[in-house]
């Protein structure tokens, strides 16, 4: 039996999805499996999948002719095709037109857009489901997304934080030094600066618990097209937040916080979310999504776009050492309870078992 290939398609690869790729591309090479990713150049410099094992291809994120043209060279013997995210998606259904290699699509995050770039959104959505063999999604509601849209064949699959960024985590006070922050509330958020990641309603929520004394410092970690007009609103209102920028050191971040606060239109099941309860970091996160079936009772949840909740529950758990020990605890608990890397590694390996070629199968066991 020939051994399995498969193709890892990225689009621009947002933290979320290029960790996962990282991540599978490791376990699938473990596995006996031959993996090629395509990525633009500027991801593989950040995520390095040649350390994982897979061979690396530079795709820009383009629809152009020559673009695709390179995507289909890259995909010509592939057994299973797996774009993450529409764009991927979109590129990786034109590279394999004539072609009989079923695509796999993971639909990480859900988009939003209004007036006529909504109406290209939904065309997106629909070109990318019908084009998918298989579309996986990690939160139900992407899932029944996807099924409106005309997929095939939807189905959950949980994208599961990487142990590697936890790992590298300390507690201390270092990072608190760095930030001034050392006889002060911690407050992190991680993001990119973009309207849906809720940070407007954050800084609202700050001019409220800027009051208290001492008055707690809210940093927030990532870039985004948004990232001057949060800043001019720093600096007209006078609010205690710290703009710090993309760091590759969340985890001690996370680690040195006294909350960590997910703000966000939609999330699926965010990193910064398993991040926290892993380490048993207090969390509070708006209402949407798959955040309440990820966390479960293990966070505090406030309806999004809510500043006054926001304010009102991080007034209440930093006057609650008891609630907070509490969460962190239960936060803990509820991670045991999650699918691991390995479970999620090889259920995306059933689903290639299952669409693959009848000439193509894997080595390794799973």
Do not use: N
Request: charged share 25%.
């Amino acid at each position: 039996m020939s051994q399995l290939r498969t193709v890892q398609v990225l689009g621009g690869g947002s933290a979320g999805s290029s960790a996962h790729v990282t991540s599978l591309a490791a376990g699938l090479v473990a596995r006996g499996v031959r993996v090629t990713v395509c990525a633009p150049a500027a991801v593989d410099r950040a995520y390095d999948f040649t350390a994982a094992g897979a061979r690396f291809l530079p795709v820009p994120r383009r629809s152009d002719p020559a673009a695709v043209a390179a995507l289909r060279a890259a995909c010509a013997e592939a057994d299973v095709v797996h774009a993450h995210g529409l764009h991927a998606a979109s590129r990786s259904a034109l590279a394999l037109s004539g072609r009989t290699v079923p695509l796999v699509t993971t639909w990480h995050t859900r988009r939003y857009a209004e007036g006529a770039r909504r109406q290209i959104l939904r065309l997106l959505e629909r070109r990318a489901a019908r084009a998918s063999a298989v579309v996986l999604a990690p939160s139900s509601d992407l899932v029944d997304l996807a099924r409106g849209r005309g997929a095939r064949d939807a189905r959950l699959a949980p994208v599961v934080a990487p142990l590697p960024r936890l790992a590298a985590a300390v507690h201390g006070g270092k990072a608190r030094a760095e930030l001034g922050a050392v006889d002060r509330p911690l407050l992190l958020a991680v993001g990119s600066l973009v309207p849906h990641r809720g940070f407007d309603t954050l800084l609202d929520a700050a001019r409220v618990w800027r009051r208290l004394d001492p008055v707690p410092l809210l940093v927030i970690a990532g870039e985004g097209r948004d990232r001057a007009a949060l800043q001019r609103r720093i600096r007209d209102e006078e609010l205690p937040v710290l703009l710090v920028g993309r760091r590759d050191d969340v985890g001690e971040l996370l680690a040195a916080a006294d909350l960590a606060l997910l703000p966000s239109r939609w999330e699926g099941r965010s990193l910064l979310a398993q991040e926290a309860l892993r380490l048993g970091v207090p969390l509070i996160a708006t209402a949407v999504g798959g955040t309440p079936e990820l966390v479960g009772e293990a966070a505090e949840l406030v309806p999004y776009g809510s500043a006054e909740a926001l304010a009102r529950t991080v007034l209440r758990l930093l006057g609650d050492p008891e609630r907070c020990a509490r969460l962190a605890e239960a936060g803990r608990r509820q991670a045991a309870a999650w699918p691991t890397e390995d479970d999620t590694i090889a259920h995306v390996l059933s689903v290639y078992d299952e669409l693959a070629q009848p000439s193509a199968a894997t080595t390794g066991d799973h």
